[in-house]
């Protein structure tokens, strides 16, 4: 029983912060990478930011770099993205996928790469 339950979208100001969660359950084997996607009207489904199944090694898009951060708790079942300095190009629906690896140190360019995927949050960015 594998879920992914992301929380935290909603509407905030340009300028403001939201901290999306991605709640995990069901992965009792191997490490497990995560990546946010969003998912703009009109456009394919990007990645924003990934974090490897340790932890350690983390990749965001250029367009995020300096006001998001993606990080995971202790225990591993669940990753954050904090978003801050928000623009109205960040609305989206947010989406975390998840990867089971026996590599600690990768992270996933691909939506093809994702073996799990949450329903998404909506985020949207207006005044």
């Known amino acids: 029983q594998v879920q992914l339950v992301e929380s935290g979208g909603g509407l905030v100001q340009p300028g403001g912060s939201l901290r999306l969660s991605c709640a995990t359950a069901?992965?009792?084997?191997?490490?497990?990478?995560i990546g946010w996607f969003r998912q703009a009207p009109g456009k394919e489904r990007d990645l924003v930011a990934a974090?490897?199944?340790?932890?350690?090694?983390?990749y965001y898009t250029d367009s995020v770099k300096g006001r998001f951060t993606i990080s995971r708790d202790n225990a591993r079942t669940t990753v954050y993205l904090q978003m801050n300095s928000l623009k109205p190009e960040d609305t989206a629906v947010y989406s975390c996928?998840?990867?089971?690896?026996?590599?600690?140190?990768?992270?996933?360019?691909?939506?093809?790469?994702?073996?799990?995927w949450g329903q998404g949050t909506q985020v949207t960015v207006s005044s």
């Open positions: 974090i490897s199944g340790s932890g350690a090694n983390i």
């Open positions: 996928a998840a990867k089971r690896t026996f590599v600690a140190s990768s992270w996933y360019q691909r939506p093809s790469d994702y073996d799990y």
């Open positions: 069901g992965f009792t084997l191997d490490y497990v990478s």
